[in-house]
């Protein structure tokens, strides 16, 4: 599965209507609410580094994890931009490893539904709690079963001057996995000897589960860790049949330091 390659030179491009501020006040309520204000935080699936930059401007030391080199080296850009002291590590949210503990994980834009099957969410948040100071926080958010029926099959298209794309979106009702094939076209600088425009074309096929609150609680509660509450992402209010991403705060369940 080759994710982000392609498309991680235009990412931040076609993400930039995301609302990566008003995601990172909220993160960072939450953080307060819990009595973090500061220390080691952890973004899993952070990409090209966006919401771990901001989190950096609030005064938190941060560690970014991402299985995509392309997009890692991306945020490494950003990182020699901006100055901040960011750990970023090439590894996969299944399987990574930090030199101790930290007070806080946060995953955002879905990264979560990258993980397929129980096996991979449960030993993911296994990890979480591992790496977790007593009683940090894990949060995360995920988009639903519900959010992926609503789209189901279909095409969406995006043309800009500089770059475009095909999204050929399909789900399948029995496994909840929804699969969408990207076709990217991306100018090049260099134009043909007529004088015409060249673009370089890239494929990718991305596949991501939808999942429910209640699995979510479940995964947590196999990985020991304390499920505290959730709400609505794009509202911050309850969580309804309706909601389509779901913001998920999970506790440090208590580890033996004896």
Request: hydrophobic share 35%.
């Amino acid at each position: 599965m080759e994710e982000y390659t392609g498309f991680a030179a235009v990412y931040d491009r076609f993400m930039d209507e995301t609302p990566y501020d008003a995601w990172c006040e909220n993160i960072v309520r939450e953080l307060y609410r819990h009595g973090i204000e500061n220390g080691l935080v952890l973004e899993l699936g952070c990409g090209t580094g966006s919401m771990t930059e901001l989190l950096a401007q609030k005064g938190y030391d941060m560690i970014g994890v991402d299985l995509s080199d392309e997009m890692l080296n991306l945020a490494i850009g950003k990182r020699e931009h901006s100055g901040h002291d960011i750990l970023y590590l090439n590894q996969d949210m299944r399987e990574f490893e930090l030199y101790g503990t930290v007070r806080a994980v946060v995953s955002v834009c879905d990264s979560i539904n990258y993980l397929l099957g129980e096996e991979d969410i449960t030993a993911c948040f296994r990890l979480v709690n591992n790496y977790l100071d007593p009683g940090g926080i894990f949060m995360f958010d995920f988009n639903t079963k519900y959010k992926y029926e609503t789209i189901g099959d279909a095409t969406i298209a995006e043309n800009r001057e500089e770059c475009s794309f095909i999204w050929e979106n399909f789900y399948d009702s029995k496994s909840c996995v929804n699969t969408y094939d990207l076709t990217i076209f991306v100018r090049n600088e260099e134009v043909s000897e007529h004088g015409q425009e060249l673009f370089l074309r890239f494929s990718e096929e991305h596949f991501q589960r939808g999942y429910t609150l209640d699995e979510m609680k479940g995964f947590l509660k196999k990985a020991e860790l304390e499920f505290v509450r959730a709400y609505d992402a794009d509202t911050l209010l309850e969580v309804t049949d309706a909601s389509e991403r779901i913001y998920c705060i999970a506790k440090e369940r208590g580890k033996d330091l004896s």
